[in-house]
C-alpha cells in the first residue's frame, strides 16, 4: 500500500540504509518539518525521505520530474534547536522507497506517496564471493586515497569492513567518491549482489584515478578533474 512520505530533497547527497546523516535545517518550510515530526506522540518513527534532485534542476513547479524515483527515508535520531528556530539534526537512512506521486501544495515542504521497496534478502553463494572482492578493493581504494603506501595498513582496513552484503554494500556506496549519478544507481540497485557488482567496477576505476592522480608531480588540490558521466 502507499505511503505518505514528507519529503528533504538534497541536490549533492544520496542517502543510504544505516547510514548517519547530520543536515543543518534552516529554510522555514523544513523547520516546519521539523517541528512536526517532533510534535508527534505516537510511537511510529520520525521520519521523513530524503530523495536526491536530478543534475540541472530546481523544485518548483516541475518537482515530480525533477526528483530521483528512489529515495532513502531518514529516521530522527537527535535534534538539536537554536534561539532563531534553526535545527541541527542527525538522521540514519531505513528504508529505500520509490515515489509514485508528489503533492506540492497541502503542505510547505513536499509531500510524496511512495512504496516501500522489499528488504534484500541473501543472494546466495554470489554476494558471498563479491563481498570477499569488494572488501580488498574497497581497503585498496580508501589507502590509495589516504595516501597509505603498506599492505599491512590495507589489510588492516580490510578487516574493519563488515562482511554482510548489503551492509558492506550500503557502506561502500556512501563513502567512495563518486557523482551524484553513481551513487543513485547503487541505491537503486534491486540487489546486494548486482550493488556489489557495480561496486567492483567502479572502485577499479577509482582506485586506478587517485593512483593515476598522486603520482603526478604537483598535488592534488591543485588539479580540477572533470569526470565524463557517459
Not at 532563531?84 to 509531500?111: A, C, H, M, Q
Not at 556506496?173 to 547503487?186: C, G, R, V
Not at 586506478?208 to 603520482?215: E, P
Amino acid at each position: 500500500m502507499p505511503e505518505e512520505l514528507a519529503l528533504f530533497p538534497l541536490g549533492h547527497t544520496v542517502l543510504f540504509p544505516g547510514v548517519v546523516l547530520p543536515l543543518h535545517v534552516f529554510e522555514e518550510r523544513y523547520r516546519e518539518l521539523v517541528r512536526t515530526l517532533v510534535a508527534r506522540e505516537d510511537p511510529q518513527p520520525r521520519r521523513f525521505g530524503v530523495v536526491a534532485i536530478r543534475q540541472g534542476w530546481e523544485i518548483g513547479p516541475d518537482a515530480v520530474s525533477a526528483l530521483h524515483a528512489v529515495g532513502c527515508a531518514a529516521e530522527l535520531r537527535r535534534v538539536s534547536r537554536y534561539p532563531d528556530g534553526r535545527f541541527d539534526v542527525v538522521t540514519v537512512g531505513s528504508e529505500r522507497f520509490r515515489l509514485l506521486s508528489i503533492d506540492s501544495s497541502s503542505k510547505p515542504y513536499l509531500v510524496g506517496q511512495v512504496e516501500w521497496l522489499p528488504a534484500e534478502g541473501p543472494d546466495g553463494g554470489e554476494a558471498d564471493l563479491l563481498v570477499a572482492a569488494v572488501r580488498t578493493l574497497f581497503a585498496e581504494y580508501a589507502a590509495a586515497a589516504a595516501g597509505l603506501r603498506t599492505g599491512d595498513e590495507a589489510r588492516e582496513l580490510t578487516q574493519e569492513l563488515p562482511r554482510d552484503p548489503a551492509a558492506l554494500s550500503y557502506l561502500v556506496a556512501s563513502s567512495a567518491i563518486l557523482t551524484l549519478e553513481d551513487k543513485q544507481a547503487l541505491l537503486e540497485a534491486g540487489t546486494a549482489a548486482a550493488r556489489l557488482r557495480a561496486e567492483l567496477r567502479l572502485l577499479k576505476r577509482e582506485t586506478t584515478m587517485v593512483r593515476r592522480l598522486r603520482a603526478l608531480p604537483v598535488p592534488i588540490a591543485e588539479l580540477q578533474v572533470t569526470q565524463s558521466l557517459s
